[in-house]
C-alpha cells in the first residue's frame, strides 16, 4: 500500500505510463492487460455475466473506456460500492475522415480537428507524432490494431515575431493552425496514392498511410477500412526540479487520477477480499473533455448497466428496483478528476485558503452553483476515510468572480442517486500540452484512493442512522 514513507516509488510506473500510452486506446489497452496479470476476469457487453463473491472483473466500453470492480466475500444483495470515477481521454487533434489536404506553398499538409481545446497556443512549434487504432480487414474478419509512430512526423509553425501584428493573432484553426508533414519536393513525396480507387486509404496523405502499413506490417493499404488517429506531444514524461520534485508531461489531465484510481484497486485486491462485505469499483470514462456525450462517455449508461449487471447476476436475478434502489442509497462515488495546483506567478486569481500545492496530498474541490458534488456529508465521509490512513487532504474553491470547470461527477451521481464527492490530485498548467504535477502525487493518489476503497465500508456504518 502506498504510505507517505513510499509515494515517490510511485513516479516512475506513472511516467513510463504516461510514455507509453499516448493515446486514449493505448491507455485502456495497457489498462485492461494489467488488470489481466493481477488476475480480473474480462467480462463482454454483449455475454451473459456469472458474477460472484470474491470475483474480479473488468469490461470495456468502445476501447476507449473501462469499469473494473472486485466484489468482496461477504457481499450481500443490497450492499453498497465504492466507486471511483474519472475520464482517460485528454486534449488531442484527430485526424478528419478525408485527412489529405492540398499541398500549399510546397508543404505536405495533414486535415486534423481539435478534440476540446487541442490545437492551442501550446501545441505549436512542438514535435507531434500520430497514434490511434486501426481497423484493417483480414479474411472475412474486421481486426483492431493499435499503432504509435515512434517519431515526429508533424509540426504546427509559428510565425516569426518579426512579421508583426499578423504573428499575434487571433489565429484561425481550420487555415493557419494546419500541421505540416513533410515536403512535396521530397523524392519520396513522388509515391503513388496508397491503396485501390474508392478505398479509405486513398483518402488519406500517401507517405502517412505507408507509414502506419509498415508500422503494423499490413502489405495491402486496401484492406485498411479505416482509423481512429491523433497528433501527441513525443517528449516523453519526465522527473524535473533541483530535487526532481515535479513530473512534466502531456496528457496528465486526466490519465493522472485515472491510474492512480486503478493502482488503489489493484493494491485493495491484493489483499484479499475476505472482510469485505462491499463492491469496489473504478470507472474511466471517455470523452469528458467534450460533455461526456457519448455512449463510452460518463453521461452514458456503463457504470449504471454494469452496477445493475452485476448486482443482478450476484442475486440471482434481474435487479428489481428496490434491490438497485438499496444498492445505489448505500454507495458512495468519488469523482476523481485533476483539479489547479496554486501557480506563483498567478496567486491573485486563486481563493485564499483554496489554493492546493503540489506533494500535498489529495484535493477536495467545491463549488456552490454545484459544477462539483461535494457537500458537508460526504466531505464528513471522505475525511474519516482519509484519517484512517494518514492521509493529508487539500480543499480548493474558485473566487466569486471565475467561472467554474466540471466534470463526470455530477452526472453520475444524478443517474444513480449515490452520495458524492469530487476530489482529485493538484496539477499545474491543465489544458496545456505538456503539464506538471508533483513527483509525490501519483503515490499521495492511490494511498488516499485505496484508503477510500478499504476504508469506506467501516466508514459508512458511522454515519447510518
Known amino acids: 500500500m502506498a504510505t507517505s514513507d513510499n509515494v515517490e516509488t510511485y513516479a516512475k510506473p506513472f511516467c513510463d505510463f504516461l510514455t507509453n500510452n499516448p493515446t486514449v486506446f493505448h491507455a485502456v489497452d495497457d489498462m485492461a492487460q494489467g488488470l489481466k496479470r493481477d488476475g480480473f476476469t474480462k467480462l463482454s457487453e454483449r455475454d451473459s455475466w456469472r458474477i460472484e463473491a470474491g470475483g474480479k472483473y473488468f469490461v470495456e466500453r468502445n476501447g476507449s473506456s473501462l469499469i473494473a470492480f472486485v466484489v468482496g466475500d461477504d457481499y450481500k444483495s443490497g450492499n453498497g460500492a465504492a466507486v471511483l470515477a474519472g475520464h482517460v481521454d485528454a486534449l488531442t487533434a484527430k485526424l478528419k475522415p478525408v485527412s489529405k489536404v492540398p499541398n500549399k506553398a510546397g508543404y505536405v499538409e495533414l486535415g486534423v480537428a481539435p478534440y476540446a481545446g487541442g490545437l492551442g497556443p501550446t501545441w505549436w512549434d512542438r514535435d507531434l507524432s500520430i497514434g490511434g487504432r486501426v481497423l484493417v480487414k483480414e479474411g472475412n474478419k474486421i481486426a483492431t490494431k493499435l499503432v504509435k509512430l515512434g517519431w515526429p512526423i508533424a509540426k504546427i509553425p509559428t510565425l516569426a515575431p518579426h512579421f508583426g501584428a499578423p504573428a499575434n493573432g487571433p489565429f484561425n484553426l481550420e487555415t493557419q493552425v494546419v500541421p505540416i508533414i513533410g515536403l512535396e519536393s521530397s523524392a519520396k513525396s513522388q509515391i503513388e496514392t ?15 498511410v505507408r507509414a502506419i502499413t509498415k508500422e503494423l506490417g499490413v502489405s495491402d493499404a486496401s484492406s485498411i ?15 524535473a526540479g533541483l530535487d526532481k520534485e515535479f513530473i512534466t508531461a502531456g496528457r496528465i489531465d486526466d490519465k493522472l487520477c485515472s491510474w492512480a484510481a486503478l493502482e488503489a484497486l489493484k493494491q485493495s485486491a491484493r489483499n484479499g477480499t475476505s472482510g469485505s462485505g462491499i463492491i469496489k469499483m473504478v470507472g474511466l470514462f471517455d470523452d469528458e473533455e467534450i460533455g461526456s456525450g457519448l455512449r463510452q462517455g460518463a453521461r452514458g449508461n456503463f457504470l449504471p448497466i454494469v452496477m445493475e449487471r452485476a448486482v443482478g447476476s450476484l442475486a440471482g436475478q434481474h435487479p428489481a428496483s428496490d434491490l438497485m434502489g438499496r444498492t445505489y442509497a448505500n454507495s458512495f462515488l468519488v469523482s476523481s478528476d485533476v483539479t489547479h495546483a496554486v501557480n506563483p506567478n498567478f496567486e491573485n486569481v486563486y481563493l485564499a485558503n483554496h489554493a492546493p500545492e503540489l506533494n500535498v496530498g489529495v484535493v477536495v474541490s467545491a463549488d456552490s452553483n454545484g459544477h462539483m458534488t461535494t457537500d458537508g456529508v460526504s466531505t464528513a465521509i471522505f475525511t474519516r476515510c482519509a484519517e484512517k490512513v494518514n492521509a493529508t487532504l487539500q480543499v480548493f474553491q474558485i473566487r466569486n468572480d471565475s467561472r467554474s470547470g466540471g466534470t463526470v461527477g455530477p452526472m453520475l451521481s444524478c443517474a444513480t442517486g449515490m452520495r458524492a464527492i469530487d476530489a482529485g490530485i493538484p496539477q499545474l498548467s491543465m489544458h496545456s500540452i505538456r503539464a506538471t504535477t508533483g513527483t509525490s502525487d501519483p503515490g499521495l493518489g492511490v494511498q488516499m484512493f485505496q484508503g477510500f476503497l478499504d476504508g469506506f465500508e467501516s466508514v459508512d456504518a458511522e454515519f447510518r442512522d
Open 225 to 239: 477500412v479505416n482509423w481512429e488517429l491523433e497528433l501527441f506531444d513525443l517528449q516523453p514524461a519526465t522527473l
Open 194 to 208: 496508397q491503396g485501390k480507387v474508392g478505398s479509405f486509404a486513398a483518402t488519406q496523405p500517401p507517405r502517412l
